[in-house]
């Protein structure tokens, strides 16, 4: 039988505010892509708030400029390239375990708070391949499942990178991925644990096989 865990996700879901950052960027005099908008929820999560403070720090960055790019992202919001969420979620796909347990301590060494986080973000990863793989079994298109994962624009893109991902796993991998993210963190909450050994038990548990 399929597993069903409630995970409780931000009130306002990524896509609703990659488009309020867009919108406010544009009022401000400045453009912001897609992926600067993704960049930015990564690290910053959803609070409204925060994004519009950074927003505030990204234009003075800029020093006027009216495309407000990645690397200006990752200059002042303290994003690397090498550590965030999406590039351990495409080693977590392609089933590289080495890679995906650096990159989440990355992630991790940026303060204690980026647990939380974490454990959410791979929820919602996880999620989204089982999706992606039901939808893809049923022989739905690529059109059909971006709308299916609220992946508008230019974030429609990335779909192809779940369906790919989610070839790699079985149902009952997905099932077993997302109980291990839950109980990890529900055991992370009861006590104090080695992060190391905490994430490369994990994500070992993530892998497609």
Same mark, same amino acid.
């Given at each position: 039988?399929?597993?069903?865990?409630?995970?409780?996700?931000?009130?306002?879901?990524?896509?609703?505010?990659?488009?309020?950052?867009?919108?406010?960027?544009?009022?401000?005099?400045?453009?912001?892509?897609?992926?600067?908008?993704?960049?930015?929820?990564?690290?910053? +999560?959803?609070?409204? /708030?925060?994004? $519009?403070?950074? =927003? %505030?720090?990204?234009?003075?960055? #800029?020093?006027?400029? *009216?495309?407000?790019?990645?690397?200006?992202?990752?200059?002042?919001?303290?994003?690397?390239?090498?550590?965030?969420?999406?590039?351990?979620?495409?080693?977590?796909?392609?089933?590289?375990?080495?890679?995906?347990?650096?990159?989440?301590?990355?992630?991790?060494?940026?303060?204690?708070?980026?647990?939380?986080?974490?454990?959410?973000?791979?929820?919602?990863?996880?999620?989204?391949?089982?999706?992606?793989?039901?939808?893809?079994?049923? +022989?739905?298109?690529? /059109?059909?499942? $971006?709308?299916? =994962? %609220?992946?508008?624009?230019?974030? #429609?893109?990335?779909? *192809?990178?779940?369906?790919?991902?989610?070839?790699?796993?079985?149902?009952?991998?997905?099932?077993?991925?997302?109980?291990?993210?839950?109980?990890?963190?529900?055991?992370?909450?009861?006590?104090?644990?080695?992060?190391?050994?905490?994430?490369?038990?994990?994500?070992?548990?993530?892998?497609?096989?």
């Amino acid at each position: 039988a399929a597993l069903a865990v409630n995970v409780e996700f931000a009130a306002m879901k990524e896509a609703a505010v990659s488009q309020w950052l867009k919108s406010r960027a544009k009022k401000m005099g400045s453009n912001l892509s897609e992926a600067s908008a993704r960049l930015m929820i990564a690290h910053l +999560g959803t609070s409204l /708030r925060v994004h $519009a403070n950074e =927003l %505030e720090k990204l234009q003075t960055f #800029a020093g006027g400029a *009216k495309e407000i790019t990645e690397q200006d992202v990752e200059r002042v919001v303290g994003v690397s390239r090498e550590f965030n969420v999406f590039e351990l979620q495409n080693a977590i796909g392609s089933g590289q375990k080495a890679a995906a347990v650096k990159i989440a301590l990355g992630i991790l060494s940026n303060g204690n708070e980026q647990k939380q986080f974490l454990f959410v973000m791979l929820a919602r990863y996880i999620e989204h391949l089982i999706v992606a793989r039901e939808l893809n079994a049923r +022989g739905e298109g690529e /059109r059909a499942i $971006a709308e299916a =994962l %609220e992946l508008r624009g230019g974030a #429609a893109y990335f779909v *192809k990178d779940y369906v790919n991902a989610a070839k790699r796993y079985s149902r009952e991998r997905l099932d077993r991925a997302m109980r291990a993210i839950v109980e990890t963190e529900q055991r992370t909450r009861r006590v104090k644990l080695d992060d190391a050994l905490v994430m490369e038990s994990l994500i070992l548990d993530l892998m497609p096989a």
